[in-house]
């Protein structure tokens, strides 16, 4: 069931956003006017629960055909956190530690105590604190190109990819864009819901207002949000991470111009250093605690790892969280 707030925010959807992945969709209450989009994959075997969490930006559909990698041994859900439709998109509650709450509220309504927790990107600022302040929900955290945001903000920023008017004529050339701009094309219903579009199927603006992103990343920049402590993390993780290098920059680097280039040159090396430094303190651990599981993936992997290097991740989990690549 799509939401008021989706409905209005998005009256007009081409075709291809039709959602036809088998999948049940709940709206649940984690605060007063405030309900998250549950969707629930199902899953068969073994009776624990998989919850999958978004990074910034994306809804719980962007899981939809992950989603199904696990549920021979997982029951899968996804989550979409608050400012996201079709979740409610609230003034306040977008610091770690109410987003957090949030996830837990929404287990304790479906009556699922212990789970396993993937997050992908900053969704591990959800995971971290999940493990620290819920050590009793947590089986196994999977970092899924999710870092420690909290000194990243510090750092000067590189120009972003260079989106033309021409990219917002239809879904089929914004999802084009996409897949040359950020090599990424994610299930069209996990777009749809964030864009408008217009009758003609061009699409006008997003359905997320500014403010929500900035919320967000303001929750997990310091102080607000100080680095984590990851020796303080008891439970097994997993982190995979596509390594950054200034040699193949992003995706989009090729597009923008030679002033953009010359700036994104300038600051990027730093993003490199800052991103090598957080995966050598993922590794970080309490001798009493299980050592943490570190894959890096080759410099010009890009961050939707488990969209694009999906048969490594997925193989790679599965060794993780069930001891064997399984079927």
Known sequence: MISADAASAAPQMPARCLDTTPHMETMVAVGPGVQLQVLDWGGKGKPDTMVLL????????IFD?????????FHVIGITRRGYLPSSQPDDGYDVATRALDDMKVLDALGIGRAVFVGHSIAAS????IATAYKDRVEKLVYLDAFDLAERF???EVPGPPFIDADLNSLETFQAARARLLAVRGPDPSICLHVKFDPSGKILDSTTPDWVGEKVLDGVKAPANP???????AAPRLGIFGLFSTETRQSYYWYLSAAEKKTF?????GIVEWQRAEIDRFRISNPKNPEPVVIELPPGTTHYIFLNNEAFVVRTMRQFL?????N
């Open 65 to 73: 055909e992950f989603a199904f990698q696990f549920t021979d041994y």
């Open 54 to 61: 978004t990074g910034l930006g994306d809804n719980a559909h």
């Open 227 to 233: 680095a984590v402590n990851w020796a303080d993390i």
């Open 126 to 129: 959800e995971l971290s604190r």
């Open 265 to 269: 040159d300038q600051n990027f090396k």
């Open 154 to 156: 510090k750092l000067p």
């Open 322 to 326: 069930l001891g064997t690549v399984g």
